[in-house]
């Protein structure tokens, strides 16, 4: 029996009616682009994280760049990341003409290391993105003390993290704005491509609702130079519908994420995710690091056990951040886990047999 890494059918069978009732009711409307099912999953999605706006827009890399953008950065400045996150954060900041500066990431939450980032800012910096990798949420406490004494802007980089909890708030809601996106694998996906932006400031949202919708709030008046940023209405239809069952589907991945754990704690050599400061860990992706990683693929492959690995390459080493001189060496926490990660199916529809057939594997491999 295979075990596949993801199984986005088996995610929409059982809400299939659900979803196409709330197609037709779109495809009814006539209405395609930006309003009331937006509007609506919006409302919805600002109430779920916690915060007083959303702004739906068409994929979490545009909700990056749209951020950056109404923050004012752009050329001359530079914006503090981590080499460790899927390249779409470091692009975001390199579409504004700003010059993305990494700082590594911690050895066991993987996300931005706060002890590093006093050093990495300069009278340059605009911004701030922490990424909740895997779902793991960034030490945002010790992040957000150093940022509001330098009063630099912080945005979340919440792909991999919605509904992510850090001492009982939600991951988006924890900086000055936070980036989501719905790429059909997240924890929330669309039918396609989306994202959203969430925040408590109202200018900031103003302004983005402008930048995604052509620099215009009233028809045929251009007050900023814009985009085309909107959301599909069918996407924002689907959403609505889908973020009913997010909770559950998160619960479901810990419980998985628990299994795991229980079998995987009895081997000293590898590395499992653990939840810090205070986290309730949404399990986007259950990495663990492994010290000998080609003999443990082979072994997944052996056992059609879907894998992937998340991420090979760190961002300061890819042949297209070459321009900033960074070298083998200079992150060597994100250097080292790009060598060691492989990531296990961790998808909320994954059947027990399934589950047993990945621990047992597991289990007769690792002896
Ligand atoms: C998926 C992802 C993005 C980009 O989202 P898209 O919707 O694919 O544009 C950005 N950052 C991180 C960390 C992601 O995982």
Redesign the pocket.
Known sequence: MKVPFADLKAQHAPIRGEIRRAIDAVVDSGEFSLGQFVEEFEHKFASYCKVNYAVAVG????A?LLSLLALGVGSGDEVITVPM??V??AEAISMTGAKPVFVDIDQSTYTMNPHLLKDTISSKTKAIIP?H?FGHPADMESIMEIAEKYRIPVIE?A??AHGTLYRGRKTGSLGHIGCF???PS?NLGALG???AIVTNDRKVTEKLRCLRNHGQLTKNQHCLIGWNSRMDNIQAAVLTVKLKYLDQNNALRRDIAIQYGNTLKSFANLVTPIEANDAVHSYHIYAIQVPDRKKFVDMLNGRCIGHAIHYPIPIHLQKAYSHLGYRIGDFIVSEKCSKRFVSLPVFPELSNQQITIVIESLRDCLI
Do not use: C, I, R
């Not at 994929?59 to 545009?62: K, V």
């Open positions: 994929s979490g890399t545009d990056l996150t899927y779409a954060t990424v990798l980089d792909s991999q996106s719905f790429y997240k491509e989306a994202g």
